[in-house]
């Protein structure tokens, strides 16, 4: 895996390129939100669109309306805060659809408590509001009924993407069963993401049992409570995983905690409008 500075498009020779269009909590002013673009050959992949995606898509030199693949992870603000603007440019300015990889228990989810307040009434037919479908073409992932945790799989061309459930919110939560819907994926069997979790030890020896994964993207927070994992408790995982661990989805008062990042042999902190790019396999 090497880091490339230059700027990202949804086409490339083959790489798999992981692109953090922001690198920040959910109240960063520092960083965008921890949104992801996947690239591989002539396939993309958005993988979640909060509040700041759109601008820090811009940054990148891509539009909104250039994303024609996108999946949810959960329903947090900086997660699905962008979706209202993806789908009404869809529909009013180029009348097209994205497609959108999501089982059916979390389409109910997604539009019923967050999308339906600002998309079922734009339009009106026969007495009818508009639906989720109409704004998106549905896919829908591939069970895995035999997987450790509950989670899915699917392809976008080359990508393959395999989703399992993690321990997100409320704080109070004991099992990622008992929580709300959140998930975590792999990308090619190469790259784990935690998606937004508290830490939770299960996790990784559960969804990587063979260790075999190149670079893990792991949630953090600098203090403790709450409802991710916190330095302090992804400190004690083995060194192991720690040393493919490049954190995410973390506070603005980073810069005070490089040095126990770098003691605790992590592989650093993922930086923001970065290219992130695994060879061809
Ligand atoms: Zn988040
Ligand atoms: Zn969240």
Known sequence: MRIVNAPVSLRNDGQLWVYFLGCGSAFSKRHHQTNVLIVKGDDHLLVDCGTTCSGSLSLG???ILDIRNIMVTHSHADHVGGLEELILMNRYVTRSKPRIFITRTYQKILWNQSIRGGAEYNERHDGVGL???????????RRKPNAPREGSAFDVGGI??????TRHYPEQATTWQDAMYTIGFVIDERVVFSGDT?????MLPEIEPAGGAEAIFHDTQFFPGGIHASLDQISTLPESYRSRMHLVHYGDNFDDKRGQIADNGFAGLTEEQRIYEFPPE
């Open 198 to 202: 508290q830490f939770d030890a299960d």
């Open 160 to 165: 393959h993407v395999r989703t399992f459930r």
């Open 131 to 141: 639906r989720f479908e109409d704004y998106f073409e549905v896919v829908r992932p």
């Open 61 to 63: 030199g891509l539009s």
